[in-house]
């Protein structure tokens, strides 16, 4: 059983920034492509950013130049950093993984909790 459990967000100020921080834990063999993706309220669920193995990342246009994914190979941990937040920014952030469990299965998605980022004008 494979879990992923998100930490970080929180209450901002425009301009200010904020870091999220999502750990997958269980029967891991590898973790292949991280993302994140954020839902604003009323909105449909969107592809923030995604970063592969081999540490190719690609943002939606809004973030570009403002966040940035990261991970860690060994502790199966992804990073968001969040500069430059802005009002519409606010949203439930999601990070999800595609991980192979072992050597015999191929891989699958899954995703943690949601986390709340809310930033004030």
């Known amino acids: 059983q494979v879990q992923l459990v998100g930490s970080g967000g929180g209450l901002v100020q425009a301009g200010g920034s904020l870091d999220l921080s999502c750990a997958a834990s269980g029967s891991i063999l590898r973790v292949y492509t991280w993302a994140w993706y954020r839902q604003p309220p009323g909105q449909q669920r969107e592809l923030v950013a995604q970063i592969t193995r081999n540490l190719v990342a690609d943002y939606q246009d809004s973030v570009k130049g403002r966040f940035t994914i990261a991970r860690d190979n060994v502790m199966n941990i992804a990073y968001l950093h969040m500069n430059s937040l802005k009002p519409e920014d606010t949203a439930l952030y999601y990070c999800?993984?595609?991980?192979?469990?072992?050597?015999?299965?191929?891989?699958?998605?899954?995703w943690g909790q949601g986390i709340q980022v809310t930033v004030s004008t």
């Open positions: 999800t993984a595609d991980v192979q469990p072992t050597d015999h299965e191929g891989y699958r998605s899954y």
